[in-house]
């Protein structure tokens, strides 16, 4: 029986979880899970995105920010397709 590799947003969000256990039951233990995903992203973002990184970012925080159901939307496209499911 193959079992179905994870998508990278699976990934993520399994290392989140991960590091919400990490903290414990310490205070405020999500807020600083997503904050060291953040912190790696935004240095990512900084790295391979070009001259013109911040585009990309602004586009994701303003989904967030003022149409959620895009954002939502989003994030549903990047969980339905694991690397070995691509056609292209």
């Known amino acids: ?4 590799a994870p998508t990278p947003l699976e990934q993520v969000e399994r ?3 991960e590091l919400v256990e990490h903290y ?3 205070d405020r233990r999500e807020i600083r899970a ?7 992203a935004l240095a990512k973002f ?3 995105g070009g001259p013109h990184w911040e ?3 602004d586009e994701y925080v303003g989904a967030l920010k003022h149409d959620p159901a895009k954002f939502e939307r989003m994030l ?4 339905g397709t694991s690397s070995d499911e691509l056609i292209a």
């Open 24 to 26: 414990g039951s310490g």
């Open 34 to 40: 997503a904050a060291k995903i953040l912190l790696v």
């Open 15 to 17: 290392l989140y979880a």
């Open 55 to 57: 585009s990309l970012l």
């Open 76 to 79: 549903q496209s990047n969980r």
């Open 1 to 4: 029986m193959s079992t179905k």
């Open 46 to 48: 900084r790295e391979h």
